[in-house]
T-cell receptor, first 110, second 110 residues
Framework: GQQVMQIPQYQHVQEGEDFTTYCNSS?????IQWYKQRPGGHPVFLIQ???SGEVKKQKRLTFQFGEAKKNSSLHITATQTTDVGTYFC??????????WGAGTKLIIKP | GAGVSQSPRYKVAKRGQDVALRCDPI?????LFWYQQALGQGPEFLTY????????KSGLPSDRFFAERPEGSVSTLKIQRTQQEDSAVYLC????????FGPGTRLTVL
């Protein structure tokens, strides 16, 4: 069935280092969304990418959608403690259902 | 209301007990989703409503799970004869494109 693979599962960084998470689908996506879930919280929508090759930025966050619309990435520059949480991608194939990646947990080393 | 609300926030049930979880979506949202989230995992789709119509229940794990949204607003997820493997956080989301999540109900089955 349709599946979205997300790696890595965890990423430990020093504060100020960069962070990247990757998502990959075996089939073409209609669009992809990114969410952030803080510890103990619920997923919060960050952004949606629709177009092939699209790149969007939100302050220190850069989101990319691949040319084939099968992969996507989220890059955070100069991480801060407020960035801690789990980042999920969620791909849409049909007109309503999102298929979620397993998430990448961003951990800031003390 | 300002956001999606869910109740109860926490539920402890004895194995075999029936439970009912409530979701109040954002007013005017046609689409409503239920997800199950196990610890350290991404949300797993359970069911989807468009107004009062349940268009997809393919993610419900067994016939012990039942969901309804009779008037196209509030939704209830019912689990009959709960089992230990039902322990998880149950998330409700509404939204016509991006999804707005409620805080979830953490169900623990003893």
């Amino acid at each position: 069935g349709q599946q979205v693979m997300q790696i890595p599962q965890y990423q430990h960084v020093q504060e100020g280092e960069d962070f990247t998470t990757y998502c990959n689908s075996s089939t073409t996506l209609s669009n992809i969304q990114w969410y952030k879930q803080r510890p103990g919280g619920h997923p919060v929508f960050l952004i949606q990418l629709v177009k092939s090759g699209e790149v969007k930025k939100q302050k220190r966050l850069t989101f990319q959608f691949g040319e084939a619309k099968k992969n996507s990435s989220l890059h955070i520059t100069a991480t801060q403690t407020t960035d801690v949480g789990t980042y999920f991608c969620a791909g849409r194939y049909s007109n309503y259902q999102l298929i979620w990646g397993a998430g990448t947990k961003l951990i800031i080393k003390p | 209301g300002a956001g999606v609300s869910q109740s109860p926030r926490y539920k402890v049930a004895k194995r075999g007990q029936d439970v009912a979880l409530r979701c109040d979506p954002i007013s005017g949202h046609v689409s409503l989703f239920w997800y199950q989230q196990a610890l350290g995992q991404g949300p797993e789709f359970l069911t989807y409503f468009q107004n009062e119509a349940q268009l997809d229940k393919s993610g419900l794990p067994s016939d012990r799970f039942f969901a309804e949204r009779p008037e196209g607003s509030v939704s209830t997820l019912k689990i009959q004869r709960t089992q230990q493997e039902d322990s998880a956080v149950y998330l409700c989301a509404s939204g016509n494109n991006e999804q707005f999540f409620g805080p979830g109900t953490r169900l623990t089955v003893l």
